[in-house]
């Protein structure tokens, strides 16, 4: 990834800060999907400069990366911001810095308290039915490994095209970012959220400058 373009969130007191991230994350989703590879995949990553920020952690700024500077023209992502023009700044193209380390932002399925309760009441029925052991018994004896729920994360609430494009009722849902801090540049694919994936049948997740 050799060439970035930085676009920062302005929120005033009519528009918050996580509510101007959804609606700008939702249009930078539906500008890589509009733009995907014949593979389904986004030649264009997204990047957090100031992820882990006090307040809202994924900070005020997003960076695209990609690899040529003619990809980053051909999003044009200021024709997918138009109406937003009054909230977010947009940098020019830039070449990346030589200073800077390899990260990864993947998403992170969490699950809930709800969830995790759900799945424990589910597991413990399906122990007690097969062992004839006591429901609560069986509930108490889980209860030792029971996870924990995560909502430490950043999250935008984003809409997936695919699923609306599937079902008329799709709703919005939490996307969970995690940065993962790599040793060196890995080559990979990126989802249409602009997310690294995992490749192949070994974990290979592309890396992003940070810097």
């Known amino acids: 990834m050799n060439y970035y373009q ?12 996580d509510f101007l991230w959804q609606k700008v994350y939702q249009q930078i989703h539906i500008a890589l999907v509009d733009n995907k590879t014949s593979q389904g995949q ?4 997204v990047a957090f400069p100031e992820y882990g920020s006090v307040g809202f952690r994924l900070g005020r700024k997003i960076r ?3 690899t040529t500077q003619g990809e980053l023209e051909q999003l044009n992502v200021q024709k997918w911001l138009v109406r937003l023009m ?8 830039q070449t990346v810095p030589e ?16 969830r995790i309760e759900a799945d424990m009441q589910q597991k413990a029925r399906l122990w007690s039915e097969k062992s004839g052991q006591p429901l609560a018994q069986c509930l108490q004896a889980l209860s030792a490994s029971k996870p ?19 079902q008329a009722d799709s709703r919005p849902f939490p996307l969970f970012i995690e940065r993962l801090d790599a040793g060196q540049m890995q080559v990979g694919g990126f989802s249409c959220y602009g997310l ?10 592309a890396t992003v400058p940070h810097f």
């Open 99 to 114: 200073q800077h380390i390899q990260v990864s932002y993947i998403r992170k399925h969490v699950k809930g308290q709800r």
């Open 86 to 93: 009054d909230y977010v700044h947009i940098k020019s193209i």
């Open 196 to 205: 690294s994936q995992i490749t192949g049948d070994t974990v290979c997740l």
């Open 42 to 45: 986004s030649a264009i990553a």
């Open 64 to 66: 695209l990366h990609a």
């Open 6 to 17: 930085e676009v920062t969130l302005l929120p005033d007191t009519t528009i918050p800060l």
């Open 148 to 166: 924990k729920a995560n909502n430490r994360l950043p999250f935008l609430w984003v809409e997936s095209l695919h699923a609306r494009d599937k």
